[in-house]
Structures are given as C-alpha cells and as structure tokens.
Antibody, heavy 120, light 107 residues
Framework: QVLLVQSGAEVKKPGASVKVSCTAS????????MHWVRQAPGQGLEWMGM????????SNAQKFQGRLTMTRDTSTSTVYMELSSLRSEDTAVYYC?????????????WGQGTLVTVSS | DIQMTQSPSSLSASVGDRVTITCRAS??????LAWFQQKPGKAPKSLIY???SLHSGVPSRFSGSGSGTDFTLTISSLQPEDFATYYC?????????FGQGTKVEVK
C-alpha cells in the first residue's frame, strides 16, 4: 500500500532553517509529483509547492519564493522540504501529499504531518 | 491567484441528515476541483477529485458535482464519523488554492 512517512517534529529559532523529509513506499517514486501543504494552528490548508521526483523540477507559491527549497533522493524515495529564514508565522504542521502523474494532478495520499515550531 | 470560497463556514447537523457544502471559484477551473475531509489532529483525507470522482474506499454517501466555477459536496446521510472540517481545492492552475473550510458539527 502507498505510504508517506514524514520526519519528526522540529523546534527552531527565528532566522533558522528547517528541513522536513517525506519517504514514500508502495509505488514507483518517480512516477508521481509530490506536493507540500502546510497548516498553521487553527487555520486552513496552504499549498507551498511541488517537485517532480523524476527530474527534480519544482514549482512553488510566490509567497515562498527565495525561502523554499524542495529536493529529492531517488535512491531512498525521499523528498525534502527546506524552509529558510523562519519566522513565528511559519509555525505550522507541514504535510507532503502525492499528486498525480501529470503537472495538474489531484492529491491522493498524505503524510502524517510534521509540526514545526518557530520560537525564540 | 484563483480564490476559492466555501459556504457555509460551519453548519450543525444530525446523524442521518443530508448535508450540502458549496464551493465557488473566482474564475473557471473546468472540473479540476477536489474535496478533502480533516479531523482534529489528523492529516487531510482525499475524498473527491475531478469534481465528482470518489477516491478508492470513500463511502458512496459522499458525492460531488459542478463544473466551471460552482461546485457542491453532498453527504446523503450524515454518519457519526463524518463530523469534521471539509475543504475544497482547485488544481487547474498554480498556485493551487484551498477554500477556507466548512466545519460540520453535531446539532
């Protein structure tokens, strides 16, 4: 079965960076895009960006331009989301979610989420 | 960016009720519309894609309809496990955007 397993919770200071991993299993890793979505406490869902695990190309929301880096390691079927210059507003649960096989595909499976807390 | 507006923001209902949630896009998105269910402390669960197609394992009491700018999620007979928050999302263009959510509560 398809599984997305994310790394554990993180506590970071303002200005630092955080790197969250998402390890996929149960399907051909390079055949589906992977997206990152976050949710601040008590708030709704916010799309951050996506990566094509096959070639490594990425696209991200303008809001995160210059701060968001998404990479992948095909040898371990893992995608990474790194957010830099953290501020308190980045405190949120971060989810990876599998997209379709094409650029505009639907989300189906989700990781369990990773809580990132930014606090001095 | 395409704005997604859900209504209502919350509703109170009883087990067995028929529940309808609407989602409006600020511009046409064809049928590139998905619905998700989220329970407190849990990851979202994908319910519907392409406006009306159910993901595998989703009960048939859930249905979706619409195209263009106006969409609907219907739960034909609300079950105890359906009390949750529901989100719509467009994936017609980047950035992908979500509605603000509709919380379905116990009446």
């Amino acid at each position: 079965q398809v599984l997305l397993v994310q790394s554990g919770a993180e506590v970071k200071k303002p200005g630092a960076s955080v790197k969250v991993s998402c390890t996929a299993s149960g399907y051909t890793f390079t055949a589906y895009y992977m997206h990152w979505v976050r949710q601040a406490p008590g708030q709704g869902l916010e799309w951050m960006g996506m990566i094509n695990p096959s070639g490594g190309s990425t696209s991200n929301a303008q809001k995160f331009q210059g701060r968001l880096t998404m990479t992948r390691d095909t040898s371990t079927s893992t995608v990474y989301m790194e957010l830099s210059s953290l501020r308190s507003e980045d405190t949120a649960v971060y989810y990876c979610t599998r997209g379709g096989s094409g650029w505009y595909g639907e989300f189906d499976y989700w990781g369990q989420g990773t809580l990132v807390t930014v606090s001095s | 960016d395409i704005q997604m507006t859900q209504s209502p923001s919350s509703l109170s209902a009883s087990v067995g009720d028929r529940v309808t949630i609407t989602c409006r896009a600020s511009q046409g998105i064809s049928d590139y519309l998905a619905w998700f269910q989220q329970k407190p402390g849990k990851a979202p669960k994908s319910l519907i894609y392409a406006a009306s197609s159910l993901h595998s394992g989703v009960p048939s009491r859930f249905s979706g309809s619409g195209s263009g700018t106006d969409f609907t999620l219907t739960i034909s007979s609300l079950q105890p496990e359906d009390f949750a928050t529901y989100y719509c999302q467009q994936y017609n263009s980047d950035p992908r955007t979500f509605g603000q959510g509709t919380k379905v509560e116990v009446k």
